[in-house]
């Protein structure tokens, strides 16, 4: 059965509680993530995103900081593999093509890759680990013409 929902960006101070609670129970509870890194302190710089059911429920989070850096895509366990996440990236790719960036990028786990690719990432850079779990930066060039190919010859210091 499909699930309804809409993803809209929100403002953190007003959402705060609410993406918090999603993100503790993926990353925090059922991850087992570190709270230091989950909590890192720069949300108040992130433009937000979220997914909510049609009663108001919260179901999904992203962010993304001034960079364009993507990260903190959280969805709850009964919501997975309907959409949610891919409608979450979607929102975050839009918002960075309003603030004209020209590529934006996200550190992956590598059982992720195939997801992100299909969403027209590529990667950038090498296997590393993070809370004990490889990752692989995974990048996004953006033109006025849609999606374009990523060239890391072309990759902002930043994503280094």
Sequence with gaps: MPVRFTVEEVCWKDAAEELSLVREKVFIAEQRLPRRLELDGRDCECRHVQARLDDGT??????????GHIGHI??????????????????????????????????????????????????????????????????????????GAFDARLMPAQFG
Excluded: W
């Design 58 to 67: 919260v179901i999904g989070t992203g962010r993304m900081l001034p960079s």
């Design 74 to 147: 959280a969805v709850l366990l009964p919501y997975r593999g309907k959409g949610v996440g891919k409608a979450l990236l979607a929102k975050l790719v839009e918002i960075a093509r309003q603030e004209n960036q020209s590529s934006i990028y996200l550190d992956c786990p590598l059982a992720d890759i195939l997801f992100y690719e299909s969403q027209h990432f590529a990667p950038a850079g090498r296997v590393f680990m993070e809370a004990g779990i490889p990752h692989r930066r995974m990048a996004l060039a953006l033109n006025n013409l849609g999606y």
